[in-house]
């Protein structure tokens, strides 16, 4: 039997879901795999890490965005079919979550690991959420923003999060917990 410990965490932006796998990955000294997934999936790749940074939780579905940014799918000189950048970005994350997840306990934070370890019996994936208004303040305080920039901040993230799951898994979030606010006042404020 397997005993190792998969936790996938995903979060609205400002609900303090980071900060909770933090304190998780201490409390259960559990490795926690947020920005580092890709730092290891650039070193698994052909890749710099800037390129992972860039494309990083973000979709890029649109033909006129992708023809802008170079990502469009070309047919390279021996013509065969090149993957976009930001699957290739996608396909080397999900990889290095699943190499992690054969070896060893872990919690991962967004990148879609609840749904790359979907099939995995172990895994648990919960996703943190909290009201617009609490989130908005907490955005001031940290980024020293204003009410009208934290507002948009989150709604650009929050919005750009969605999109990426997505277009990545063709699902609307399917998780099996919901952890509420009343969590995050606990372990974040």
Do not use: W
């Not at 919005?159 to 606010?181: C, E, L, M």
């Amino acid at each position: 039997m397997d005993n190792k410990i998969l936790l996938t965490i995903g979060r609205q932006y400002g609900s303090g879901g980071h900060e909770i796998g933090q304190r998780l990955s201490e409390k259960l000294n559990i490795n926690l795999y947020d920005k580092k997934i890709l730092e290891e999936a650039a070193k698994q790749s052909s890749m710099d890490t800037e390129i992972f940074e860039k494309f990083d939780e973000k979709p890029t579905n649109s033909f006129l965005y992708s023809l802008a940014t170079g990502t469009y799918p070309l047919h390279n000189p021996m013509g065969e079919y090149e993957l976009p950048l930001p699957e290739k970005v996608f396909l080397a994350e999900f990889h290095e979550i699943k190499k992690i997840a054969n070896n060893t306990s872990a919690i991962f934070v967004g990148r879609c690991a609840n749904y790359t370890l979907k099939d995995y019996a172990n895994h648990i994936s919960i996703f943190i959420y909290a009201p617009l208004e609490k989130r908005i303040h907490r955005i001031m305080r940290i980024q020293n923003v204003n009410e009208n920039d934290a507002t948009e901040i989150i709604r650009k993230a929050d919005k750009q999060r969605a999109s990426y799951y997505n277009h990545y898994t063709s699902k609307n979030g399917d998780v099996q917990i919901v952890i509420t606010y009343v969590l995050t006042v606990v372990y974040v404020e």
